[in-house]
């Protein structure tokens, strides 16, 4: 009796685990209407995907490459930076730098990854390179090294280019890497902060990731949006030992849909 | 002082000894010990040719014994319809064994201390006599084989009880889990009927339900999953309607984690699954607690964990081919400055309403 019983339970057991085993298949997509792309990574493996490796406009989840390049190169935090007059009227989300104006490479590399500020961004890669383009070089060069093969930037801050593509794959791979940079894993926790200019203003922002705050665990990484790429997010929450990257791309509601996935997959690490 | 104390040592010694032993084994029954010889012989063996004869056995038995002083090969004979006249007793015995055998015997008293007998044993249809003298050597506990007989049957009496117990309480796990295979006759497991009964009652209930109804198929044919399909055959209950008649009653009372668990997703006229989520339980909640809500203006603290399961449920839908849709070209990177209000609309919308 019992033994009959023991051999059912092992072989229900295996039967789960083969579930199990279906459900982390990456090729699965348990959740078709989370995005048009996305893929969620639990400690590092991709878990759940749909077209992970699809192209798409990444808006200003190019930033965490920017950031990146900045990081690896020669970076000085404390660096005056001088403002261009064409970063001071870059569009979209800004903190309302004016041109002329100097700043510390720190404070607006962090006012660049927590609030997305497109004049810190272009600020920031024209000092370093001299001018986006040249920048831009830099980037792609850096994303090719990191095995970014379906990935292609011309636009430092993300703007939508026609060529200006990457996948939810390459920027999981990017996210990965940039979070073993303290500079960065420690800005992007960041739920708001202010540059100082030399001039004696004070601009102060908030994040734009609203999981900061409001989600156990959320450790922001990078929010983007642009016509073409729609809603865009890396989600970043870790629990205990257990870390949880979420990439979106044209998600239509993204917190719900990273709170949801990053819930889910939560639930997932602590089942097995 | 130290002499008396001497004396004393012994008795003392005694007393400990005796409230240390355990109460059975402190009341003995007076016995005799009887070394007894057994001489065996069979039909139809050829002159000169002798059986293996057995070593003198030792035999203590209680002196109000009403069986006589004859070995039972170990407990493998059993002796019944034993007689006794005068000096001489009479008795049949049944063996177990390989063959098993049957025989009779009796034996006369000579005096107190000693005794002469014979038996003979049918062994699948040969038959064997033996003699047996029987001499006391000496005394001993009577009582030492009962309490031994009395511990065996208390311990398969426990064994049985555990075994028992342990099945009833496999049995109930079957129903605490839900799981019906258990049950089945199949398993070996002979669960009272009754466990049925208690586990396709619980089904009827939210609890039961809830319990089952997110249960997927379990992928390895002829095995049990304990999903709704598989119970629902189990207990002969149509559990479609079972869900429109729990769901219904749970969209009336907003009972949100029954909803959440085992409604959203299908539709309130046949509790099939939804095509639309406007004909799904749930849906007026939803629209009413969930829908429009943003991510930083979050739904009120007891709806957030529905809103939630709404959310995942909605994402877990299929792709229609209206759901793509394609960039149009401009090129501000991050969102465009909106109300909260317009943007409180916006959000969320499609995830309830497309």
């Avoid at chain 1, 020669?74 to 700043?103: F, K, M, N, Y």
């Avoid at chain 2, 309480?169 to 006759?185: N, T």
């Amino acid at each position: 009796m019992t033994r009959r019983a023991l051999r059912w339970l092992v072989a229900a057991l295996a039967g789960l685990s083969s579930i199990a085993a279906h459900a982390s298949d990456p090729t699965v997509d348990l959740f078709p209407r989370a995005a048009t792309g996305y893929v969620v990574a639990i400690n590092g493996k991709p878990r759940w995907a749909r077209a992970p490796d699809s192209p798409r406009a990444p808006a200003s989840l190019t930033k965490v490459l920017t950031a990146l390049v900045l990081l690896e190169h020669d970076w000085q935090p404390h660096a005056q930076i001088v403002v261009s007059a064409r970063a001071s009227h870059a569009t979209g989300a800004r903190l309302g730098l004016r041109a002329g104006e100097r700043a510390y490479a720190v404070e607006l590399l962090e006012a660049m990854l927590v609030a997305s500020a497109n004049d810190a961004c272009l600020a920031l890669a024209e000092a370093a390179a001299g001018s986006a383009q040249a920048f831009v070089t830099r980037m792609n060069e850096r994303a090719a090294a990191l095995g970014m093969v379906a990935s292609h930037f011309e636009d430092p801050c993300g703007f939508d280019q026609p060529r200006q593509v990457s996948t939810p794959n390459d920027l999981l791979r990017l996210t990965a890497t940039a979070l073993t940079v303290p500079a960065f894993a420690q800005a992007i926790a960041q739920a708001r902060g202010e540059v100082h200019t030399l001039g004696g203003r004070k601009l102060s922002y908030t994040t734009s990731n609203l999981l900061l705050g409001r989600l156990d665990g959320a450790r922001g990484v990078k929010t983007g949006h642009t016509s073409n790429a729609g809603r865009c997010l890396i989600g970043l929450a870790t629990r205990g030992t257990t870390q949880v990257i979420v990439v979106l791309l044209d998600a239509p509601d993204r917190w719900w849909t990273a709170a949801v996935l990053i819930e889910e997959a939560f639930r997932a690490a602590q089942s097995g | 002082m130290i002499r008396s104390s001497i004396r004393l040592l012994p008795g003392a010694l005694a007393l400990a000894l005796s409230a240390a032993l355990p109460a059975a084994a402190q009341t003995r029954e007076p016995g005799d010990l009887w070394e007894v010889t057994s001489e065996m012989s069979m039909s139809g063996m050829p002159a000169g040719m002798n059986m293996p004869q057995r070593p003198p056995q030792r035999i203590c038995r209680a002196r109000n014994s009403d069986k006589p002083p004859v070995g039972d090969n170990d407990g493998r004979c059993e002796m019944y319809d034993t007689k006794r006249t005068g000096n001489a007793f009479s008795w049949k015995m049944r063996c177990e064994g390989n063959p098993p055998s049957t025989g009779t015997g009796e034996m006369t008293y000579e005096g107190r201390d000693s005794y002469k007998g014979a038996m003979t044993l049918n062994v699948s249809g040969q038959t064997m006599a033996i003699k047996l003298v029987g001499k006391r050597v000496g005394e001993c506990d009577g009582g030492e084989s009962k309490r031994q007989v009395a511990a065996v049957q208390q311990q398969a009496a426990a064994a049985q009880q555990q075994a028992t117990d342990a099945r009833a309480m496999q049995c109930k796990g079957a129903v605490d889990s839900m799981m019906p295979y258990l049950l089945r006759a199949e398993t070996g497991l002979q669960c009272d009927p009754k466990y049925k009964t208690d586990l396709c009652r619980k089904l009827q209930t939210p609890e039961g339900f809830s319990a089952v109804a997110p249960r997927a198929p379990s992928q390895m044919a002829g095995m049990g999953s304990g999903d709704l399909k598989e119970i629902g055959e189990f207990c002969g209950a149509n559990v479609t309607d079972l869900r429109v008649r729990l769901c219904k009653r749970a969209d009336e009372q907003e009972t949100l984690d029954f909803l959440a668990s085992s409604c959203l997703g299908y539709t309130r006229i046949d509790g099939s699954a939804s095509a639309k989520p406007a004909d799904s339980f749930g849906s007026v909640i939803i629209a009413r607690e969930c829908a429009g809500r943003t991510f930083s203006s979050p739904p009120a603290q007891q709806y957030r964990s529905f809103c939630s399961a709404a959310a995942r449920q909605n994402l877990m839908q299929p792709v229609t081919a209206d759901a793509s849709k394609a960039g149009t070209g401009t090129t501000k990177p991050e969102e465009p400055k909106e109300d909260a209000a317009t943007r409180g609309k916006k959000l969320l919308k499609d995830i309830f309403n497309r």
